[in-house]
């Protein structure tokens, strides 16, 4: 039980460094490059890892890996940018948060992992925790923008399962490398295509993709891939709602944001349902044991 908490612990790095990448992009980086920034965040990143590890993709693994950084990368991020920018924060944040339900039915179909009610209803109260985070009333609908946050939900959550389907034969931190480094190429073309070049970078520019590349991206990828090689899809995709409960946080130690009592009780259900997810897998083993 104790190595198995270290592993969630580990995980859950991920999501939380994941938090603050609202603030480095907002305070860092200049505005209005969402598929370069996308982009400088991947492929920098994967091709250093690949330097690191010394290991190219080769037969089934070539494709896999384009796959899977399309998934967890490419389609994601674009898809996550489209809805940022056509619905209000809030909105776009809560649509993103059904992506554990759905790892849930996929783990069901793929991997045929049980779908336990308590796995349901964590899930559930944890997008019920980012909506009380994050909404307001003045919230708006946007059908565009809801489609592409449910695709982009749709793409993590199939990326998140097939890393464990596919099991690989290699090292966590060389599957990292072949994925960002796909996932990177692919956005090459979609940013010479879609966006202007960036302006001349300042050093405070420097320092924000220096971060999103090594610890926002290079380093947490590695512990997010090396949690799904140990855990089971339903108990680490649950841990990326800490990500909006640390940006909160954050704006509000930073940039003094208000922190409300709804956006309180917020953090306290996103939490619980953190907790409920993974009791609900320790359930679930102890069951299982004879």
């Given at each position: 039980m104790g190595t198995r908490s270290t592993e969630i612990l580990l995980t859950a790095i991920a999501p939380a460094i994941w938090g603050s990448t609202y603030l480095v992009t907002t305070e860092f980086l200049p505005a209005g490059y969402p598929v370069t920034v996308a982009m400088l965040r991947a492929l920098p990143a994967g091709l250093l890892l690949l330097l690191v590890v010394r290991q190219m993709p080769t037969g089934v693994w070539l494709a896999r890996s384009f796959v899977l950084g399309a998934l967890n990368f490419s389609f994601f991020q674009t898809m996550l940018f489209v809805s940022a920018y056509r619905l209000p924060g809030g909105v776009a944040a809560t649509v993103g948060a059904i992506q554990p339900l759905i790892v849930i039915v996929l783990s069901r179909i793929v991997l045929g992992s049980p779908a336990r009610a308590l796995s349901v209803v964590a899930g559930i109260a944890g997008?019920?925790?980012?909506?009380?985070?994050?909404?307001?009333?003045?919230?708006?609908?946007?059908?565009?923008?809801?489609?592409?946050?449910?695709?982009?939900?749709?793409?993590?959550?199939?990326?998140?399962?097939?890393?464990?389907?596919?099991?690989?034969?290699v090292s966590p931190l060389t599957f990292t490398a072949w994925q960002l480094a796909a996932g990177g190429l692919l956005l090459?073309?979609?940013?010479?295509?879609?966006?202007?070049?960036?302006?001349?970078?300042?050093?405070?520019?420097?320092?924000?993709?220096?971060?999103?590349?090594?610890?926002?991206?290079?380093?947490?990828?590695?512990?997010?891939?090396?949690?799904?090689?140990?855990?089971?899809?339903?108990?680490?995709?649950?841990?990326?709602?800490?990500?909006?409960?640390?940006?909160?946080?954050?704006?509000?130690?930073?940039?003094?944001?208000?922190?409300?009592?709804?956006?309180?009780?917020?953090?306290?259900?996103?939490?619980?349902?953190?907790?409920?997810?993974?009791?609900?897998?320790?359930?679930?083993?102890?069951?299982?044991?004879?």
């Open positions: 997008m019920a925790g980012v909506a009380l985070l994050v909404l307001t009333p003045k919230a708006a609908l946007d059908p565009v923008g809801v489609a592409a946050g449910l695709a982009g939900a749709v793409s993590m959550a199939f990326g998140t399962v097939l890393s464990r389907h596919w099991t690989p034969p090459v073309p979609v940013t010479f295509l879609l966006e202007p070049s960036l302006p001349p970078l300042t050093a405070a520019n420097i320092m924000g993709f220096t971060y999103l590349g090594l610890i926002g991206t290079a380093f947490t990828y590695l512990l997010w891939f090396r949690g799904l090689s140990r855990l089971e899809p339903s108990q680490v995709s649950p841990l990326g709602f800490l990500s909006p409960v640390v940006a909160i946080l954050i704006g509000w130690g930073v940039l003094d944001q208000q922190l409300t009592a709804v956006q309180v009780l917020g953090i306290a259900t996103v939490f619980a349902s953190v907790w409920m997810s993974q009791y609900a897998q320790t359930a679930r083993r102890a069951a299982a044991a004879p």
